[in-house]
């Protein structure tokens, strides 16, 4: 039995006419001679009527600080929906078709309710399933804890249910379908020249994905590539091979050469960032960024973009706990410096490990537009810049530009 799943989110499904678009999709699977495993997302964005942020939105208009168990309950109703009507026009069509939740796929996870982690998958009802020859769709986005509790993946969390069960059933592709074509070199939004990329490896996809490309979610690829099982990223709606992720890099050719010549595979941007600097008293400079970090951590608030020095400590954190967190900071007696509305932009790409001259490239063309660089930080495939939000744009610009990527 050849298996395959095809995860769609939620702008797939949003509508009649693009449920059809899926399902001549899961057709096509089957008259290739694949039994598939379809992972649906809920229907439409906020402000649609089934999506999760306008069902999270119904229960916070109530009282904002419901609890994370009782929003879960909530937030897993939209992909059993979508799921329902989705087999619903299958069988209208006249194919077999059976909904599983989270639980009866056997997704089993910790007790994170919000976020939870998948510890393991059951798939026994679902290879029952398939030798029915059934098409069976699983409600992405959900699971169970060992106790039975629902709970939630986190945002981009149907990737993630994709990504396991295909690892779990051992399948030979796992299609992430969505309504852009592919992965791009930037933001096509942004850079008109944006290029579809025909391959990437895990490793380059997730560093893009965390550094704000949100075509498909870094914990999913994680699990991919545990079991190095190909992922393609595809249009719904046109007719694209998409881009594959998988191992190896499109530069390489077998038997030939032993590294890709792609320096740098793409820029992301991650936008709504404050950046906070605290000056340290040199005489409290060990103690200081303990207290700073441990005091965030208390109060549950992420930091980013790191930079600790004798006299000062920089990062940054969302827009919207920058308030909570300089009140924080004031308490425990630091006065924060404040720049709202930063934008972190990354370079991302696998070859520039050990190549010289790549800052140099990324400074003299964000300095030719006129963007100052608040903050830099690197890592073997990663250099990032955090400039302010009216830059933005221009950064990526220049950046996709001096290296060529359009």
């Known amino acids: ?14 509508s009649a006419i ?39 939105g119904l229960a916070r208009e109530v009282f904002l600080d419901v609890p994370k168990k009782e929003l ?34 056997g997704i089993i996870t910790d007790s994170n309710f919000g976020d939870a982690r998948i510890i393991r998958v059951i798939p026994t009802k679902i290879i029952d399933q398939l030798k029915k020859n059934q098409i069976v769709i699983v409600t992405g986005f959900q699971g169970v804890t060992e106790t039975g509790e629902i709970t939630t993946l986190g945002r981009g969390g149907s990737d993630t249910t994709a990504c396991a069960l295909g690892v779990a059933l051992g399948v030979e592709v796992i299609d992430i379908f969505t309504d852009v074509e592919g992965i791009m070199t930037a933001d096509p939004r942004i850079v008109e020249d944006a290029r579809l990329l025909d391959s990437v490896t895990y490793y380059e996809i997730c560093h893009l994905a965390q550094q ?14 545990q079991s190095s099982v190909p992922v393609r990223v595809r249009s719904t709606f046109l007719e694209s091979p998409g881009t594959l992720v998988s191992n190896v890099s499109n530069g390489l050719a077998a038997g030939t050469d032993i590294r890709s010549d792609r320096l740098i595979t793409g820029i992301a941007q991650i936008p709504h960032l404050t950046q906070l600097k605290i000056p340290v008293d040199q005489h409290n400079s060990l103690e200081a960024p303990k207290k700073i970090f441990q005091g965030l951590a ?43 509305d930063c934008v972190k932009v990354s370079v991302v790409g696998a070859g520039m490990a050990g190549m010289p001259g790549v800052m140099a490239s ?26 302010d939000r009216q830059h933005m744009e221009l950064a990526v610009r220049a950046l996709h530009r001096v290296f060529d990527l359009g």
């Open 362 to 387: 990324i400074v003299e063309a964000l300095a030719q537009d006129k963007i100052p660089i608040l903050q830099s930080a690197d890592s073997h495939t990663t250099i990032w810049c955090l400039v």
């Open 72 to 105: 879960d309950l909530i937030m897993s109703c939209g992909e059993i929906i979508s799921s329902a009507v989705l087999a619903a026009n299958l069988m209208h069509l006249g194919y077999e078709a059976v909904v599983f939740t989270g639980r009866e796929a």
């Open 298 to 340: 208390l109060a549950g608030i992420s930091v980013d973009f790191i930079n600790v020095h004798p006299e000062m400590v920089i990062f940054t954190v969302h827009n919207e706990v920058a308030e909570k967190a300089v009140k924080i900071l004031r308490n425990l007696n630091f006065e924060p410096q404040i720049r709202p």
């Open 212 to 225: 704000g490309a949100k075509v498909i979610h870094p914990r999913a690829v994680e699990i991919a590539m």
């Open 18 to 56: 693009q449920r059809q678009r899926v399902c001549e999709r899961i057709i096509e699977a089957i008259q290739s001679g694949f039994s598939p495993v379809v992972v649906v997302s809920a229907m439409g964005r906020a402000g649609d009527p089934y999506a999760t942020d306008t069902l999270l």
């Open 1 to 14: 039995m050849r298996i395959i799943v095809q995860k769609f989110g939620g702008s797939s499904v949003a």
